[in-house]
């Protein structure tokens, strides 16, 4: 039988308790909202406000001052791959009504998981970081405030984003697809206003290599676009919102598909889903194709020096488009960075909540994870580079998302009908080890130099 709860207002909450006959006669199925904003703005637009954060402007702008178009598809292909693990992450969520750091918790060792916990928190630190610093240059290019000062600023505007959240999470939802599609228009903007010949930029699209470099910066790119904090959150974003719990003798891998009467209702759900990030990580994608083409097609070769930091980018593009370009971009780096950290807050409570089933108040969690970030600011160090370095320590965390998220996804007594199909298995296992090879590649380079 499945039955509705009374869920949260913009959320849905559905549970199988009971085989084909345990219906009522007479009694209604179950069904899903339905509607344009239900289905296209939901959690995956949380998630993908991630893709578009100050490492990615730093690492897409890099690459086309650098090397032009060169690396677009690098860019593209990262972003599918993203796609897919985003997709993965949310129908766990969606199967099992917990989070990835939940589902760990349940399924493996003490020691495992405090080692899990560790390493995601060490991410989120570091998103943080990247997030913070970026929104302070922004407000520096902007204001002229002290780095160290825009950085405190960033964080007390994160603070006050995150009521919206507990309020409903619907709203907090509809914020981040609000920035998303600002940023979008802010590049599209930039890049067909700039003036420069678009043309070239399909040259990027053939795969190719220019030498050690470029394969560290393509690095950089997979590295800043698969996020491994956003798909521990994807899961619990999902779970929260559309709840299954799988009956073992309704829903179970060995149950006969034809003794379901629920499944209609279980696809539908998960065309939801698919929808979802599809749109939203669509999104993200051209946010950041807009970004590096536009940088490709206004620097290289015209202005190399775009490539050393944000601010001479801002520079370039007030010198070579107008003061118009630089504020949009200034404005686009400060919704990046704003975003960026109030969703890296929403992961952190999520790791510490699902791996140790414990939480801290959210004004401690806000001061312990930007700490770093100020003391960065403050010292002086490049803000630049410490973007950059950043990325670089969250390639690390990578791996221990992706495994275990794969491992679970192909396990049928955790997903049910819900178990990836093996070609989804081998596509995600391929996925991982390209992300994981680019990334390793980026670290020997970088020890290496």
Known sequence: MATESTPARGQVHLTLTGGPRGRTPGERRPRLRSGLSYSLLGPSFVAAIAYVDPGNFATNIQAGATYGPLLLWVLITANVVAMLLQYLSAKLGVATGKSLPELCRARYRRSVVWGLWAQAEAVVVMTDLAEVVGGAIALHLLFGLPLWLGGLVVGAVSLLLMPMRGRGRRRFEVLMAAGLTCLLGLFLGQLFGGGAPLAPAADGLVPGLSGTESLVLAGGIVGATVMPHVIYL??????????????????????????????????????????????????????????????????????????????????????????????????????????????????????????????????????????PAIVVLAAGAGPTQSLVLSQIILSFGIPFALVPLVLLTRDGAVMGRWVNRRVTTYCAWMASVLVVALNVALLASVFVD
Not at 245 to 269: C, E, F, I, M
Not at 321 to 333: I, K, T
Not at 344 to 357: D, H, T
Request: aromatic share 4%.
């Open 234 to 371: 994807h899961s619990a974003l999902t779970g929260d919102r559309y709840s299954l719990s799988l009956a073992p003798d309704s829903a179970g891998p060995d149950q006969n598909p034809g003794h379901d009467p629920d499944r209609p209702l279980r696809r539908r759900l998960l065309r939801h889903v698919r929808t979802d990030v599809l749109v939203a990580m669509i999104l993200a994608g051209a946010v950041n194709v807009a970004l590096l083409v536009s940088a490709a097609t206004l620097f290289h070769p015209g202005a190399p020096e775009a490539a050393h930091s944000l601010g001479a980018a801002h520079d370039a593009y007030g010198r070579l488009v107008g003061s118009a370009a630089a504020l949009a971009f200034a404005l686009a780096l400060l919704v990046s960075g704003l975003a960026g950290t109030s969703v890296g807050m929403y992961a952190g409570e999520v790791v510490m909540g699902g791996f140790l089933g414990r939480r801290i108040p959210v004004l401690l969690r806000r001061l312990l994870t930007m700490t």
